[in-house]
T-cell receptor, first 111, second 112 residues
Framework: QKEVEQNSGPLSVPEGAIASLNCTYSDRGSQSFFWYRQYSGKSPELIMFIYSNGDKEDGRFTAQLNKASQYVSLLIRDSQPSDSATYLCAGGGGSQGNLIFGKGTKLSVKP | KAGVTQTPRYLIKTRGQQVTLSCSPISGHRSVSWYQQTPGQGLQFLFEYFSETQRNKGNFPGRFSGRQFSNSRSEMNVSTLELGDSALYLC???????????FGQGTRLTVV
């Protein structure tokens, strides 16, 4: 069974700090990776995707992919209380065919 | 483009009954996946359909079934409901398995 692993947290950071969320995956065939944000009681919302090794930046968010280490990360700069949510990592394009989700990391940004 | 639409949004059923949930994907998306989410739990994968064929199935009992129609709309059925089936059921659509999946707002099922 292919898996995506995330530290469940909670991860607590002060407002304005950098939040670093990490994820590892077991399916070497996975080609694409996604980060979703889920507020309590709501459905997951796509915030970033990355297909190639290296960094991809979008506003305050940076996704990093290292296929050799099977490692994906999401950095949130200048964290805001509104960033407090559960962040889900997902891998796609592997042998299973559909996206495989990690269990999520709960982030809390303290004012 | 309209997003993923799930109906109904809320549902209350009695133990032993059955329920059918519906998901209309984004236009052009042929892949529809279903997930169960209970409080404090991650997304539990139920199954995925692509062009009317079930491609993958998670570790759920046979009481959980689904299907996909030629217009890519999908339905999920749960028979002989149990209290433990109370959850948020989410569906997500994508163009294909390596592309972003977009979620509907979910159906919150309560079994009493």
């Amino acid at each position: 069974q292919k898996e995506v692993e995330q530290n469940s947290g909670p991860l607590s950071v002060p407002e304005g700090a950098i939040a670093s969320l990490n994820c590892t995956y077991s399916d070497r065939g996975s080609q694409s990776f996604f980060w979703y944000r889920q507020y309590s009681g709501k459905s997951p919302e796509l915030i970033m995707f990355i297909y190639s090794n290296g960094d991809k930046e979008d506003g305050r968010f940076t996704a990093q992919l290292n296929k050799a280490s099977q490692y994906v990360s999401l950095l949130i700069r200048d964290s805001q209380p509104s960033d407090s949510a559960t962040y889900l990592c997902a891998g796609g394009g592997g042998s299973q065919g559909n996206l495989i989700f990690g269990k999520g990391t709960k982030l809390s940004v303290k004012p | 483009k309209a997003g993923v639409t799930q109906t109904p949004r809320y549902l209350i059923k009695t133990r032993g009954q059955q329920v059918t949930l519906s998901c209309s994907p984004i236009s052009g998306h042929r892949s529809v996946s279903w997930y169960q989410q209970t409080p404090g739990q991650g997304l539990q994968f139920l199954f995925e359909y692509f062009s009317e064929t079930q491609r993958n199935k998670g570790n759920f009992p046979g009481r959980f079934s689904g299907r996909q129609f030629s217009n890519s709309r999908s339905e999920m059925n749960v028979s002989t409901l149990e209290l433990g089936d109370s959850a948020l059921y989410l569906c997500a659509s994508s163009e294909r398995g390596d592309r972003p999946a977009f979620f509907g707002q979910g159906t919150r099922l309560t079994v009493v």
